[in-house]
């Protein structure tokens, strides 16, 4: 008998389950026969190439993914067990003694690293659950190692097989009756030298255990009675206890009991027909799921009609084949209708589409509401397919038609139409196809780039042409004609090819190209927050948007070319408006996915949509934000430079380019509390008054007096902040008087707060004071 299993992130999954769910199996631990699977597949095998065929169709099933290091990575540890039976009647006692050995061949997945494997999200947390397990195998082994060793006895007694599931299925396997064998695997990179003495020290702590083992020789009729003696026992005690917890508990004991004892009670011919069903309906399964179950990765019938799989990992990609009929549907495995091709994730509908053949003509017809797109473009009606077309059903499953006798046209390249060629023209279409006040912000920005850079063409060429006619006055023709060369004179061919012009043009191109495929990102990641939004009945919607970047908002700050960055508008019916960045939304997508494959596994998907509108408590779709940023008001510094005192009230600027109120700012230099013999007096001039002194010292207060005109639905609870040359950021909290806030004046808020700076002048700060300014965010609560 075989079994294979995989341990993925601390879950059992079953490698040769004929379902095409992967289940998630609990691992028990029995008394006699130590710590098993419940419902773990064992199916029969008679030679070798049975085993091997096994091997290989349940390598099918594991979960592997690409990662820096490895284009094919193992994301789980995998245990192929191999249980051999002999059996041996005895004349003279007329019984059957039976002697059992059971071979587990592991693979454990290989120990990460996230700084080099560049492992984010999924492939993170895989990797830190197979580190885990590896740790715990670490310990287990140094534990059993020191107690054959003899040191340590009073710690030895405890080994911690229970702390990974790993360990525990390995319980027999590391310490108890077998025979270990352990292979290391080594890299001689001198980048993995850490990871090699690592395994290293691994593997001379495991060829330390001492096991002893033993035949096992036990007959197959003593564990059978004695599980009938446990099922007699566990009636009465059902019997006899009336707590209804306690007779949950003994119930769940007898079906264990009474299971197990069906499954040694098998005959071996029983267990061969067992074994015959399951692989039928694997294969069936199998079949209908478009895994391919030759020996040789796909092989497909010539003459018909097929869809083969495009996935970004070259491990997976290609890898599923599904034939069509004349009448082929698509669809979930909820449907009310069987469908031919079941695909199940987000964005897939019950019933999908169809995919008709008529006369060697295909056509497909996607069903109302069912996402489907062909070469990149969105479908809504019956459209005719062709050769080679790429089809994206729902969020991510992108297909590959394949039609026979139908060869590419003559003359035409042959182009790889894999998964990358699928996901750009997808892309590309999609940022054609964005709102329009995006796509006209861009033209304006393209534009006004246009003219501005021929305006500073036209204003370079009129300086160069007055500079030369200054020339001509001043030097004679003779003088003008021999000295030409070293006049500065500059042609105007020779102009239009100003590097600083060519630049500035390249680093204007280079920041179009970043803002349309920010764009086009966050318009991918916003369309799967909506669909994740719509299936779990979130009234949360998603939107993508361009602000003016905070720091752009700030007076006296080099700006790039383009002073717009993507933002990502949350809007929900019953709490508001959010602005979201785009890495956080790139963030909070994982944590919508674990909590839509959650509520999956718990409820069917029909149940999830019939249900109402769920609140968002862990603030994956809406977050409680503690404040939301009004605007930023700006003041010039030059009145500290000029010695004059400042009261402004400045416009607060939001993101949107909007006055959302003023600030009241009051700026000035004080003379009190300075160190006068800290200053120089040789550096002090006559005209000191009108400016400031190197290696001086000034005393500068800031007074944030009041904010007026504000949105009322920011107004809950007022604050600012502001960060004044390399002081740290202070945090300006609303004056608490009740005589401050009037009722008739709720739009307003008080601050009164004053602050003192003793700032020691270089020339640092005096080109803080002469160009700069003092930008002060003011934020609020809904």
Known sequence: EVSYMEIYNEKVRDLLSPSSEKHILRV?????????????????????????NL???????????ATSMNAESSRSHAVFNVIMTYAQYDEITKTTGERVSKISLVDLAGSERASKTNATGDRLKEGGNINKSLSTLGLVISALADQAAGKNVKKVNFVPYRDSVLTWLLKDNLGGNSRTVMIATLSPSGDNYDETMSTLRYADRAKRIENHAVVNEDPNAILIRELREEVERLKLQLLSRGIRSEKEVLQEQLDESKKLMEQASLTWEQKEKQTEYIQQERHKILEKMGISIQDSGIAVEKGRYYLVNLNADPSLNEMLVYYLLSHTKIGRSDAPVTQDIVLNGLGIASEHCIIDIED???????????????????????TQIRHGDRILWGNHHFFRINCPHAPSPAGEPEVQMDFDFAQNELLLNEFDSLGEPIQVIIQQLEHQHEVEKQGALDQQKEMYEQKLEELRREKTPESLMTGRASSGYVSEDRFLNTPTIYDSQLFYEESVRRLREEVIRANVLVREANQLSFEMKKDSEFAVTLQIPTASLSQGVSRGPLTSEVAIVVRSKTRGTQVWSVDKLSNKIFDMRDAYEAEMETHPLQSIRSSSIGDDDDGLFFEVECHTLIGVATVWLECLYQNVPLDYSAPIISQQGEVCGRLAIEIKRIQDDIDSTSIDSDSCSDDENEGLALNSRIQVQITIKEAHGLPLTLCNYVFCQYRFFDNPLTVVPPYNTASVITPTKCNSMAFENTKKFLVNVDEEFLDYVTDGSLAVEVYGNR
């Open 28 to 52: 028990r631990e029995h008394a006699l026969l130590g710590p098993y699977v419940d419902g773990l597949s064992k199916l029969l095998v008679n030679d070798f190439e049975s085993i091997e």
């Open 55 to 65: 091997m290989i169709e349940g390598n099918k099933s594991r979960t592997v993914a």
């Open 360 to 382: 060697e003509i295909t056509y497909l017809q996607p069903l109302e509401g069912a996402r489907t797109c062909v070469n990149g473009q969105v479908v809504k009606e019956r």
